[in-house]
C-alpha cells in the first residue's frame, strides 16, 4: 500500500526537471540531458504551452464531466486526494498518506494542511465530503456518479432512495477523511483521481450554482486555475500561485484547443502553433512517420477494440461453437498492420495489460493464423454451417473510415476462411448506439472500452449481466459469480485470480471479438520536458516544462 | 410602402412558426437521444436527466414550454454545452461568423462584381476568357480543398499567417478564413455580373444613350450597373445568410469558433435546444435577409416597386 511515499520533489523549477528522472523509474530522454550550463538545454523564458484537445468539454464542473477533453483540463484545474507521476503512478495529491483497515473496507486519509483553494482558502476535509455527496446527489445530474457505487451507500443515493448524507464519507476533523466502503476496492486509491471524486468549493458553488465553473468563478484546487473560456475557439489556464505545490510548476500559461479535424490540428502543430497534438490523421502515419518521426509519440493504451455477437438472438444464441468459428478466422495480425497501423497490439483477450493483472489469454493465442483457420472451419462445420448452408451475417459500425475498412476486412477473412456471407451496415454514431442498445436488430456490433481506471475490474464488470454496456446481452451466472466474489475479495492477489479465471470464461463462451489493443498517438514538440507516456494516457501540465528553441 | 412592410413582416410568422415545429418535431424523431454515449448511463440516471430537461414529458407539453420560453427570448439551456444557454452561445459565434462572412461577401462583391463587368464590355477577349475560367475553377474546386492548401502554402510553408483559430482576434488570423470563403462566391458573383451585364448591354436603352453620344463610363456607371446587378442581389440576400451564420467546412478547417459549427455539432449531438436555436436565428435571418433584398430591389427596379 502507497503508505505515505512523500515525493521529495520540491526544489524549484531546474530541480524538479531533474528530479523527475530520478523519481519516475525508467529515464526520460528529454529530461536527461541536464538542464542549463554548456547543453544548451536552457528553459525557454516563454513558459506557454498548447495543447490540442479535440473537443470543448461539456463542463468543467467536475461532478458533471465526462470524457477525455474534460477530463485533461480538470487534472489541472483540480487534484484529487490521489494523483498520478509522469507515469501513471498513483502518488498522494491532497491526500499526503493514507491507511486502509485490515477488511479493506475503510480507507482514512491525511490531508496535507498547505493545500489550498486558487483563492487561498484552507483545502480541507468537509470540501471533500462535500464533493463527494454533491456528485452521488441525483440533483446534481452526475452522468458519472456510478463510478463511486463502491462507496458505502452510494447506490441507494443515487437512486434517490437515501439522502446524499448517508454516504460512506466522513471528515473526522479538518485533516482527516475517512471513506467506508461496501468491499474492498483495491484500485480505490487510483479511482481518487477521478474527477467526480474533486472537491468543490462549497461557498462559490453555492453562490453561483450549476454556472459556478465559468471564468472568474471557479474555484479550483489544482496546479493551475481558469483564466478564459471562449467556446470553440481555447480555454485558457494561468498558475494557481496557492496550489501547494506552486514553486515546483514550470508551464505558466497553458491553452487547450478544441480541434476535431485531425488534419487541421496536425498543420497548426507544423505551424507550430500547437505543441501537443490530442491525436494523428491515421491516413497520413506514413508521412508523419517520415517527416516527423522524432515528434511522434505512440504508447499502449487502457482501451479494448472489439465486436459483440448479441447472444441474445439467433444465429449467436446458444451458439458457442459459431462465435468461437468467427472469432479464430479475424487475422488480428493484418487488421493492426495493414488497417490501424500505428502500432495497436492484436488482442485475444478481453482486459488490455493493466498493473497486477495475469492476463488469460486462450490457447490459440499462440497458434498461427493457418493452425486457427483450420480450427475454426471445424467448428463452423459443428455448429451446422457448410459451403451449400452458409452463415449470412450482419456486421453493424458507426460511420468512420476506420471502422468500416475493419469491417470489410473481417468480412472478407470469414469469406475466405468459412464462406461466410457478410453484410456490412453503418449508421451515424446516436443512431448506431440506439440501435446496438436495443439488441432488436443486431447480430455482430462494433464496440471500444476505455478503462477508467488502472485495473482489470474496470473492463470485467462490463460483461456482467447486470451491466448496461454489456451490448452483447452476455449472461453468464458463473461469470457474473466470479465477478462478484472478486469484489468482495480482500487478497489482491487472489482477488487478480478470480478476475482472470472470469475472463478464461468468457474467451470460452466467446460473446466478443477481441480485436485490439488501443494505442495513444500524439505529435509532441522535441522541446516539451517532463511528458512521459502512460497508459491512461494522463498528463498533468504541473510535469511539463519548455526548452529553449 | 409601410403597408408592404407591415404585410412581409406579418407572413414571416406563419413562416417561421412552420419552421420551428418541423424542426422540433424532426430532431426528435431522430433516433438517439442527448444522452447516449459510449458509456451508457445507469437507467436511474438516465430517468433523472431526462425530468430535469423536461424529455419525459409529452411532446405537445414540451413545445408548449418551448415556445413559451421562446417567446421570452430564451431558447433554453444547452444539452451538451452543460455550463452554458443556447442564448449565449449564438451569441458568441455569430458575430465571428458575422465579421467572417461579412467581409468574405463584401471581398467577393467587389472582386466578383468588377471582373464580370470587365470579362462583359471585353467579351470574348483574352481577359474575359481569363476571368471565365478563373471563376469556373473557383466554382468547382471546393472549399475543403481550397483552405488546407491555403493553410500549407501561407502557414506551414511560407509561415506568413496563422495555420488556424483566433487567436488574440488580429486581423492576420481573418485573412485566410476570409479569403477561403470568400473564393466560390467571387466566382459565382463574376458570373452572374457579366451574364447580366452582356443582356444589359444589348437592351434597347443602352443603345438609345450610346445613339445619344454618352461617354462609356457615363453608361456603365449611371444606367448598365444598376439592373446588371438585379440578380447579383436576388442571389446576395439566402447567399449573405448562408455565409454570415457560418460556414461548417472553413469553420472546422480553420478551427473558427462561429455558429457553423454548433448547427452540425448540435445535430450529431442531439443537442436538441442547440440545433432549435440555431434553426430559429438562422429562419429568422433567411427572413429578414429576402426582405432586405425585396427591398434593394425595388430600389434597383421601378418595375417591381411596390
Known amino acids: 500500500m502507497p503508505d505515505g511515499f512523500a515525493l521529495p520533489c520540491r526544489l524549484g523549477i531546474v530541480a524538479t526537471v531533474l528530479l523527475l528522472t530520478g523519481c519516475g523509474g525508467e529515464s526520460d530522454p528529454r529530461s536527461a540531458v541536464g538542464i542549463g550550463g554548456q547543453t544548451g538545454q536552457e528553459l525557454a523564458a516563454d513558459q506557454t504551452l498548447h495543447v490540442g484537445n479535440y473537443a470543448e468539454p461539456q463542463t468543467l464542473d467536475p461532478h458533471r464531466a465526462e470524457g477525455v477533453p474534460a477530463s485533461n483540463i480538470l487534472r489541472d484545474l483540480y487534484e484529487g486526494l490521489t494523483s498520478e507521476a509522469p507515469d501513471g503512478a498513483v502518488v498522494p495529491g491532497v491526500a499526503a498518506s493514507w491507511e486502509v483497515s485490515a477488511d479493506g473496507r475503510v480507507y482514512t486519509f491525511r490531508l496535507r494542511d498547505d493545500a489550498r483553494w486558487s483563492n487561498g482558502d484552507p483545502v480541507t476535509a468537509e470540501d471533500f465530503v462535500y464533493g463527494f455527496r454533491r456528485t452521488v446527489n441525483p440533483a446534481t445530474l452526475s452522468h458519472y456518479s ?54 468543490v468549493h462549497r461557498r462559490s458553488v453555492e453562490e453561483h450554482g450549476n454556472r459556478f465553473a465559468r471564468p472568474g468563478q471557479l474555484i479550483g484546487n489544482g496546479a ?201 451496415l453503418n449508421q451515424e454514431w446516436k443512431v448506431f448506439l440506439d440501435t446496438r442498445r436495443r439488441k432488436e436488430t443486431t447480430e455482430v456490433f462494433r464496440a471500444g472500452w476505455i478503462g477508467d481506471y488502472n485495473d482489470a475490474f474496470s473492463f470485467s464488470q462490463l460483461m456482467h449481466s447486470a451491466n448496461e454496456m454489456n451490448h452483447a446481452g452476455y449472461a453468464s451466472p458463473a461469470y457474473d459469480a466470479l465477478i462478484d466474489s472478486a469484489a468482495s475479495e480482500q487478497n489482491t492477489d487472489v482477488r487478480a485470480a478470480i478476475l482472470a479465471r472470469a475472463e478464461a470464461q468468457l474467451l470460452e463462451d466467446m460473446p466478443i471479438i477481441p480485436v485490439y489493443f488501443y494505442v495513444s498517438k500524439h505529435l509532441v514538440k522535441q522541446w516539451v520536458g517532463g511528458r512521459r507516456p502512460n497508459i491512461m494516457d494522463h498528463h498533468y501540465t504541473k510535469n511539463f516544462y519548455i526548452l529553449e528553441h | 410602402m409601410l403597408k408592404f412592410v407591415v404585410r412581409r413582416l406579418l407572413s414571416a410568422i406563419p413562416t417561421l412558426l412552420i419552421l420551428i415545429a418541423l424542426a422540433f418535431c424532426l430532431i426528435r424523431l431522430a433516433p438517439g437521444g442527448p444522452f ?36 421570452r427570448g430564451d431558447f433554453g439551456p444547452s444539452f451538451q454545452y452543460r455550463d452554458f444557454s443556447v442564448t449565449e452561445l449564438i451569441r458568441s459565434g455569430f458575430p465571428v461568423s458575422l465579421k467572417l462572412g461579412g467581409l468574405a461577401m463584401l471581398l467577393a462583391l467587389l472582386i466578383g462584381v468588377t471582373a464580370g463587368s470587365v470579362a462583359a464590355l ?26 488546407p492548401l491555403l493553410i500549407l502554402v501561407f502557414a506551414v510553408g511560407l509561415r506568413w499567417l496563422p495555420a488556424g483559430g483566433l487567436g488574440d482576434g488580429s486581423p492576420r488570423h481573418l485573412v485566410l478564413p476570409v479569403i477561403a470563403l470568400a473564393l466560390p462566391q467571387v466566382a459565382y458573383i463574376a458570373r452572374l455580373t457579366r451574364g447580366s451585364m452582356i443582356e444589359v448591354l444589348r437592351s434597347p436603352f443602352i443603345r438609345t444613350a450610346r445613339a445619344q453620344g454618352l461617354s462609356m463610363r ?74 432586405l433584398v425585396d427591398l434593394i430591389y425595388g430600389w434597383l427596379d421601378p418595375r417591381v416597386r411596390p
Request: hydrophobic letters at 40%; charged letters at 20%; zero cysteines.
Open chain 2, 218 to 291: 457615363r453608361i456603365m456607371v449611371l444606367h448598365a450597373l444598376k439592373p446588371t446587378l438585379l440578380p447579383v442581389v436576388s442571389y446576395l440576400g439566402p447567399a449573405t445568410a448562408a455565409v454570415v451564420t457560418g460556414s461548417v467546412v472553413i469553420e472546422q478547417i480553420f478551427g473558427v469558433p462561429g455558429l457553423g459549427r454548433y448547427f452540425v455539432q448540435g445535430a450529431l449531438n442531439r443537442d436538441y435546444t442547440l440545433v432549435m436555436g440555431v434553426v430559429v436565428f438562422y429562419g429568422t435571418l433567411i427572413i429578414v435577409f429576402n426582405f
Open chain 2, 122 to 147: 471585353r467579351q470574348n477577349s483574352l481577359i474575359d476568357h481569363g476571368v471565365m475560367t478563373t471563376a469556373m475553377i473557383g466554382i468547382s474546386i471546393p472549399n475543403f480543398v481550397v483552405a
Open chain 2, 36 to 71: 447516449d454515449g459510449e458509456k451508457q448511463l445507469p437507467p436511474e440516471i438516465e430517468a433523472n436527466l431526462r425530468a430535469a430537461y423536461h424529455l419525459d414529458e409529452p411532446l405537445y407539453r414540451q413545445f408548449g414550454r418551448y415556445m413559451a420560453n421562446l417567446a
Open chain 1, 224 to 424: 493551475y486555475r481558469l483564466a478564459e473560456w471562449n467556446v470553440q475557439s481555447h480555454i485558457k489556464l494561468v498558475r494557481n500561485e496557492h496550489y501547494w505545490d506552486d514553486k515546483a510548476t514550470t508551464i505558466d500559461t497553458v491553452f487547450y484547443y478544441p480541434i476535431e479535424n485531425q488534419d487541421t490540428e496536425l498543420k497548426r502543430f507544423r505551424a507550430d502553433e500547437l505543441d501537443i497534438t490530442n491525436d494523428i490523421p491515421y491516413q497520413q502515419l506514413n508521412w508523419i512517420r517520415e517527416n516527423l518521426g522524432s515528434d511522434l509519440v505512440v504508447s499502449a493504451y487502457l482501451g479494448s477494440y472489439y465486436f459483440g455477437y448479441n447472444v441474445t438472438r439467433p444465429p449467436f444464441k446458444g451458439n458457442a461453437k459459431l462465435r468461437r468459428a468467427l472469432s479464430l478466422a479475424v487475422d488480428r495480425d493484418i487488421i493492426t498492420e495493414r488497417i490501424t497501423n500505428a502500432g495497436e497490439i492484436p488482442a485475444y483477450g478481453w482486459v488490455p495489460p493493466v498493473t497486477g493483472y495475469p492476463p488469460a489469454e486462450p490457447e490459440w493465442a499462440g497458434w498461427t493464423q493457418a493452425e486457427r483457420n483450420a480450427e475454426a472451419r471445424q467448428l463452423y462445420a459443428q455448429a451446422g454451417y457448410s459451403a451449400e448452408r452458409p452463415l449470412t451475417v450482419e456486421i453493424l459500425y458507426n460511420t468512420s473510415e476506420n471502422h468500416k475498412r475493419t469491417s470489410v476486412a473481417i468480412a472478407s477473412m470469414w469469406k475466405e476462411t468459412l464462406g461466410v456471407e457478410t453484410k456490412l
Open chain 1, 146 to 199: 456510478s463510478i463511486l457505487e463502491p462507496i458505502d451507500n452510494a447506490a441507494a443515493i443515487i437512486a434517490g432512495e437515501q439522502p446524499p448524507e448517508t454516504l460512506g464519507v466522513e471528515a473526522v476533523d479538518a485533516h482527516t477523511l475517512v471513506i467506508r466502503l461496501t468491499g474492498p476496492t483495491p484500485y480505490l486509491p487510483g479511482l481518487l483521481n477521478h474527477s467526480t471524486t474533486y472537491p
